[in-house]
């Protein structure tokens, strides 16, 4: 790749100018002290310093010793792909929250879709922040259980925090009951394990989360308050020929005042 064409890549991602040429020049020297970075960038020590601080925050770059002195190194692409997709992650939580707030009004639903771990993570963050009741419907909690276990418990502790209860349809496969059994602010009710899927429902506020557990998951995001409606009346009824399995309602006074506030909003049709 010409190295133009790569300082202009890594200023796109959301580096300075002087960030990317300082990353780009320890990519290629593999390790290197300020002065020698100052040389291959033909920069100025003091903005090879700020540089170097920059990329020290963001964990892109660390101090290593070579032959007892002092100097810098990348800390590899593998931190890289991560700090790139915490950036598209916060983005698209940033998007998805400013665009549901502009289109409150509008008349056609919004579809999304979110691609990849990361992206299914912003639909979770997205749950926190509409702040209202969530049910899931056939799930298996196959992404807390697995794909996203090391982030769920960080969301669930928020969740709880917020007074957000959850009422759940899952999956009664193994593993399940054990997992759920002390979620609090959470009541589940199950079905049989033959309708098992890779694929399960989230709906809360206006808005409907479709969520394919696969190698690599994505999740649709719809907003659109008829189809939130219709989808919580089939919940309902699901809800009353589930079998009763798990009940937790802890803080019973602020759960019961936030599901009697749950009605879904009817967005106003223009002209």
């Known amino acids: 790749m010409d190295r133009t064409v790569g300082l202009h890549a890594l200023a796109r991602l959301g580096l300075s100018t002087p960030e990317a040429h300082v990353y780009a020049a320890l990519t290629h020297l593999h390790h290197a002290s300020a002065d020698q970075l100052a040389k291959a960038t033909s920069m100025h020590r003091r903005n090879v310093y700020d540089a170097t601080a920059g990329l020290l925050k963001k964990g892109l770059v660390n101090a290593v010793f070579v032959d007892g002195k002092k ?6 692409m593998a931190r890289l792909e ?4 915490e950036n598209r992650t916060n983005a698209e939580a940033f998007l998805l929250h400013e665009e549901g707030r502009a289109s409150e009004a509008a008349a056609e639903p919004r579809v999304q879709v979110f691609n990849g771990i990361e992206g299914v993570k912003a639909i979770w963050a997205d749950k926190l922040r509409e702040k209202k009741p969530i049910y899931w419907y056939a799930g298996a909690m196959q992404g807390a259980r697995h794909y996203v276990k090391n982030y ?3 969301w669930d502790a928020k969740r709880v925090k917020l007074g957000l209860p959850i009422k759940m349809i899952f999956i009664d496969v193994p593993g399940v009951k054990a997992f759920l059994k002390d ?3 959470f ?3 199950s079905i049989p ?5 890779n694929a399960a ?20 995001l719809i907003e659109d308050a008829d189809l939130a409606r219709t989808y919580l009346n089939f919940f309902n009824q699901a809800w009353k020929s589930a079998k009763p399995q798990i009940k937790n309602p802890a803080n019973k006074t602020k759960s019961k005042k936030i599901w009697s506030s749950t009605k879904i909003r009817r ?3 223009r002209g």
């Open 71 to 76: 100097q810098l190194a990348t800390t590899g």
């Open 82 to 85: 991560a700090w790139i997709s």
């Open 152 to 154: 769920y418990p960080l």
């Open 183 to 185: 979620e609090p602010l």
């Open 187 to 189: 009541e589940g009710r």
């Open 193 to 197: 394990p033959e309708m098992y899927s």
């Open 201 to 220: 429902w989230w709906l809360y506020g206006n808005k409907m989360a479709i969520v394919f557990w696969r190698d690599d998951p994505f999740g649709i």
């Open 267 to 269: 967005r106003t049709r």
